[in-house]
C-alpha cells in the first residue's frame, strides 16, 4: 500500500510519522528504544486500519532531546494523536514501545479506542533483565558467538556499532532463526538503530493495570527471550477483559515470524 510521511514539531523538536492503510486509525510504537520504525510495519493490518508509524523522537528524521524517559516518548505520541484529529486511536506498542503505550492508555484514557499489547511487559527491572539475559546465554548453545553480539549492541554508544550488533545479534530474538534464516534475512539486512540512552528508572504499572478498561490484546511469542510468556501473563492478569494470544511458533517479531496469526488477533480487536 501506497506509505505517506508527515512531519509535526513538538516543543520545537521534529516528530516524523508514515500513514498507510485504511479503516480506523492504529498508532503502532515500536520498540528498542531506539530501534528504526521500519521492521513494524504489517501490511496485513493495513488492510484493517490506518496504521500510524512514528519515527521515536530519538530516531530517524524525527528529532533529538537531551534526555529521554517514558513521559518524553508519551507525550511525543500525544501530539501524533493530535495531529491525526480524530477522538479516539487504537494503539499497538511493541517491546519497548509497550511500555510507552501502556502510560499513555494510563495518562489518556479518553483518547484511546483499544490496545494490542505485543511482546511487551508492565514491569522492567533486576528480575526482567536476568531473565533476559538467561535467555541470551542459553542461545549460545543454538549460536556461541550470539551473547558477545547482544553484549556489544547494549552497551553500544555509536549508531553504526549497535546497528551491526542488532543484525549479528537477532537470530535470539527468532523462534527458529536457523530453520528460517533465508526467509528472515531482508527482515536482518534492514536492522538499524540509534544509541538512544536509556531512562534508568524501571519501568512498572502493575497495581494501574486494572484501570485500562478499554478492549485489549495481549500478543506474545512462546519463544520470546525477552518479552514472553510469564511477562505477558502478568498484563493478562491485570487487564481487565483482557484477550491474551500466545503465537506458538514465534518469538519477538510474530509479525514476521506468524505474519497471519497476528494480524488476525489485532484485527478482533475490531469485532
Same mark, same amino acid.
Request: hydrophobic share 45%; aromatic share 10%; with cysteine.
Given at each position: 500500500?501506497?506509505?505517506?510521511?508527515?512531519?509535526?514539531?513538538?516543543?520545537?523538536?521534529?516528530?516524523?510519522?508514515?500513514?498507510?492503510?485504511?479503516?480506523?486509525?492504529?498508532?503502532?510504537?515500536?520498540?528498542?528504544?531506539?530501534?528504526?520504525?521500519?521492521?513494524?510495519?504489517?501490511?496485513?493490518?493495513?488492510?484493517?486500519?490506518?496504521?500510524?508509524?512514528?519515527?521515536?523522537?530519538?530516531?530517524?528524521?524525527?528529532?533529538?532531546?537531551?534526555?529521554?524517559?517514558?513521559?518524553?516518548?508519551?507525550?511525543?505520541?500525544?501530539?501524533?494523536?493530535?495531529?491525526?484529529?480524530?477522538?479516539?486511536?487504537?494503539?499497538?506498542?511493541?517491546?519497548?514501545?509497550?511500555?510507552?503505550?501502556?502510560?499513555?492508555?494510563?495518562?489518556?484514557?479518553?483518547?484511546?479506542?483499544?490496545?494490542?499489547?505485543?511482546?511487551?511487559?508492565?514491569?522492567?527491572?533486576?528480575?526482567?533483565?536476568?531473565?533476559?539475559?538467561?535467555?541470551?546465554?542459553?542461545?549460545?548453545?543454538?549460536?556461541?558467538?550470539? +551473547? &558477545?553480539? @547482544?553484549?556489544? %549492541? #547494549? $552497551? =553500544?554508544?555509536?549508531?553504526?556499532?549497535?546497528?551491526?550488533?542488532?543484525?549479528?545479534?537477532?537470530?535470539?530474538?527468532?523462534?527458529?532463526?536457523?530453520?528460517?534464516?533465508?526467509?528472515?534475512?531482508?527482515?536482518?539486512?534492514?536492522?538499524?538503530?540509534?544509541?538512544?540512552?536509556?531512562?534508568?528508572?524501571?519501568?512498572?504499572?502493575?497495581?494501574?493495570?486494572?484501570?485500562?478498561?478499554?478492549?485489549?490484546?495481549?500478543?506474545?511469542?512462546?519463544?520470546?527471550?525477552?518479552?514472553?510468556?510469564?511477562?505477558?501473563?502478568?498484563?493478562?492478569?491485570?487487564?481487565?477483559?483482557?484477550?491474551?494470544?500466545?503465537?506458538?511458533?514465534?518469538?519477538?517479531?510474530?509479525?514476521?515470524?506468524? +505474519? &497471519?496469526? @497476528?494480524?488476525? %488477533? #489485532? $484485527? =478482533?480487536?475490531?469485532?
Amino acid at each position: 500500500m501506497t506509505i505517506t510521511t508527515h512531519r509535526i514539531s513538538v516543543g520545537g523538536v521534529p516528530q516524523v510519522y508514515h500513514v498507510a492503510g485504511t479503516g480506523p486509525i492504529c498508532v503502532a510504537h515500536s520498540g528498542g528504544p531506539g530501534i528504526d520504525w521500519a521492521y513494524l510495519r504489517m501490511p496485513l493490518l493495513e488492510r484493517h486500519f490506518t496504521m500510524v508509524y512514528p519515527e521515536p523522537v530519538g530516531t530517524g528524521d524525527s528529532g533529538r532531546l537531551d534526555g529521554y524517559d517514558l513521559a518524553g516518548y508519551v507525550e511525543f505520541v500525544d501530539a501524533v494523536v493530535a495531529a491525526l484529529g480524530v477522538p479516539r486511536v487504537f494503539l499497538l506498542g511493541h517491546s519497548h514501545g509497550g511500555f510507552v503505550v501502556q502510560q499513555y492508555a494510563l495518562d489518556h484514557p479518553e483518547r484511546v479506542a483499544g490496545l494490542a499489547l505485543y511482546d511487551t511487559s508492565p514491569v522492567t527491572g533486576p528480575e526482567f533483565w536476568d531473565a533476559a539475559m538467561a535467555g541470551v546465554i542459553a542461545y549460545g548453545a543454538v549460536d556461541p558467538a550470539i +551473547p &558477545a553480539a @547482544f553484549e556489544r %549492541a #547494549v $552497551t =553500544a554508544t555509536d549508531d553504526a556499532v549497535l546497528s551491526a550488533a542488532l543484525r549479528e545479534a537477532v537470530p535470539v530474538y527468532f523462534a527458529d532463526f536457523p530453520g528460517r534464516r533465508a526467509e528472515f534475512a531482508q527482515f536482518v539486512a534492514g536492522v538499524r538503530a540509534w544509541a538512544v540512552p536509556q531512562d534508568a528508572k524501571p519501568f512498572d504499572v502493575r497495581a494501574r493495570l486494572g484501570e485500562i478498561t478499554v478492549p485489549t490484546v495481549i500478543i506474545v511469542g512462546e519463544h520470546d527471550f525477552i518479552c514472553g510468556p510469564a511477562w505477558a501473563a502478568m498484563l493478562h492478569a491485570g487487564i481487565p477483559g483482557s484477550r491474551l494470544v500466545t503465537l506458538t511458533s514465534s518469538g519477538h517479531f510474530g509479525h514476521v515470524e506468524q +505474519p &497471519a496469526e @497476528f494480524a488476525a %488477533a #489485532v $484485527t =478482533a480487536l475490531l469485532g
